[in-house]
DNA sequence: TGCAATACTGACTCTTTTGTCACTATGAAC
DNA sequence: GTTCATAGTGACAAAAGAGTCAGTATTGCA
């Protein structure tokens, strides 16, 4: 099975998807979307202070060519633009969900080490 | 919260379980290791052929480093070395099951898209 | 007139990641 | 003594990704 989509090949359907979610701020900007929707650049901007306004604006504009994600831009001005998930985007919410959850394990047993660490 | 690791600082645990994810071939290696286990690096070749031996040991090494697989080394001549996720690793299974679950409903919504531009 | 607010884009650099090639070690079998 | 198998390492090149900085547009308001 080779899957075609934007001129790259995918030899399986768990890699397309790791094309999709791969990028430093995109599970970041889904996972807030998650919580909160819909939201502007300027408050996403806010949840995520470390990445700078052209980073977002990259992931958004990619997020929304694989249709993980709407934008809706209202005509006014100054400019006022929303963000939401697509129905395709909200189904990667166990995705988030369980990277979530492991990332709370793995630093437990990273604590863990770092106890022992001190005992020892 | 910020969460120090390997000369890194991570400010969700989010993010410190994509620092242990990211990489080109790691969960591919994962899903691996959940399907059959232990696997020898030859075998993991074999099963991952697009990826060569260089990549697969340096993903291997990084992946042993945070404690997500073991390595045991056989004392024979050739060498013979087997992997196998950790407990911890063992964590990872429902990060790897829902990115394979939306990469396949992912690529249907692709498939369908495809269709409607042949039918327009 | 000029500044504020919002959501951008372009062009560039820097860094990280990935890929490639050549090379090593060991002992058994021929 | 040459060759095979296995699992590796080192050094480098190429590519991808991330980050930075300056600039644009519009309109209302002081």
Redesign the pocket.
């Known amino acids: 099975m080779v899957i075609h989509y934007k001129d790259k090949q995918y030899f399986t359907s768990k890699d397309l998807a790791l094309s999709v979610i791969?990028?430093?701020?995109k599970i970041a900007i889904i996972w807030c979307l998650l919580h909160e929707t819909p939201l502007?650049?300027?408050e996403i901007q806010k949840k995520l202070p470390d990445?700078?306004?052209?980073?977002l604006?990259r992931q958004l504009?990619e997020l929304e060519e694989d249709k993980i994600i709407t934008?809706y831009?209202y005509p006014v001005?100054?400019?006022?633009?929303e963000y939401k998930l697509s129905e395709v985007g909200l189904l990667l919410e166990p995705v988030v969900t369980s990277i979530c959850n492991f990332g709370d394990q793995f630093m437990q047993t990273i604590e863990h080490e770092t106890d022992s660490t001190l005992v020892d």
Do not use: H, T
């Open positions: 791969g990028g430093r701020w502007r650049l300027s990445a700078n306004q052209r980073m604006i504009r934008r831009v001005v100054p400019p006022k633009v």
